[in-house]
């Protein structure tokens, strides 16, 4: 049975309960955060718990991130076995439990604190090797997205027509510019260099999307954050996605057309390989 973390205590999933009125649940007023664990340990911890802080000041939620680091650690520890390829921990804050009203709540309150530890059901090498496909859609979220809120419903319908479609990913597009998927970043290969989405308040600053940056550069690649037209990604050479839990993945088709050869390229290749090879080894410089 899943142990979870939930206001200070470690508690079977079952015997988790969270207030009908807590504002997480009536208003999505809420930060989370998800971190990749390999090899029995969080990568890149220090930056997400970052993301996070800065995420629980933009909407002002008052909460220390003291001790959640040993959170994770506890979590990984009770649920994910170390030869797991790849979990994750969820962490969620919510503003807490008020009576219903669209403002902060007048009294102070204490925030809500949930935590659990999660599997990813990762493509064997076999499929990572075929690609995988996009399909387009609008990008009809709202102009926060750079703050990581639960509410994510547009993400959810935009993920949904995806699966209707046969795909595994979203572009979303806004005034016909691609901004990134439905919850992950987007990045081409286009005349040799690797190019993505500049950090606005558009897309999430991904912290895959900024590690693989740095790799990016490290293996010699010119990276140009800039505006991408969807006819610029359809004329890319390669197109992949990064986050948490896609790592890097190649995207060889969008709208059922392919990208450069149909097949996963070089870029993304290296990029795959040397992120594993660092998350693995828990190098998280």
């Not at 079952?14 to 009536?26: I, M, N, P, Q």
Request: proline share 5%.
């Amino acid at each position: 049975m899943s142990i979870v973390y939930l206001n200070g205590e470690y508690l079977p999933i079952s015997e988790a309960k969270v207030s009908v009125e807590d504002r997480g649940f009536l208003f999505a007023d809420a930060i989370y955060e998800s971190t990749p664990v390999y090899r029995g340990r969080a990568f890149l911890l220090d930056r997400h718990l970052r993301r996070l802080s800065n995420g629980l000041a933009a909407l002002r939620i008052d909460y220390g991130l003291e001790g959640l680091a040993a959170v994770h650690e506890r979590l990984i520890e009770e649920n994910v076995p170390v030869d797991t390829p790849l979990a994750f921990v969820y962490v969620q804050v919510t503003r807490g439990v008020a009576p219903r009203g669209h403002a902060f709540p007048s009294q102070p309150v204490t925030p809500t604190v949930y935590a659990f530890a999660g599997m990813v059901d990762k493509p064997g090498q076999a499929r990572w090797d075929e690609g995988f496909e996009a399909i387009t859609v609008p990008d009809r979220r709202w102009a926060r997205v750079d703050v990581k809120t639960t509410a994510l419903t547009a993400n959810v319908m935009a993920q949904q027509a995806a699966v209707e479609a046969g795909a595994t990913d979203v572009v979303m597009v806004r005034d016909g510019m691609v901004t990134e998927g439905s919850h992950n970043n987007i990045f081409a290969v286009i005349d040799g260099s690797v190019v993505t989405a500049p950090e606005t308040n558009y897309i999430l600053h991904g912290i895959t999307r900024e590690y693989v940056i740095e790799l990016a550069e490290e293996l010699g690649y010119a990276v140009h954050q800039r505006p991408i037209s969807v006819e610029d990604l359809r004329a890319a050479d390669e197109v992949f996605y990064t986050g948490t839990t896609t790592e890097v993945r190649p995207t060889v088709r969008i709208d059922n057309q392919p990208i450069g050869d149909g097949k996963p390229g070089a870029v993304a290749r290296a990029l795959q390989a040397l992120y594993l090879r660092r998350a693995q080894g828990n190098v998280s410089a």
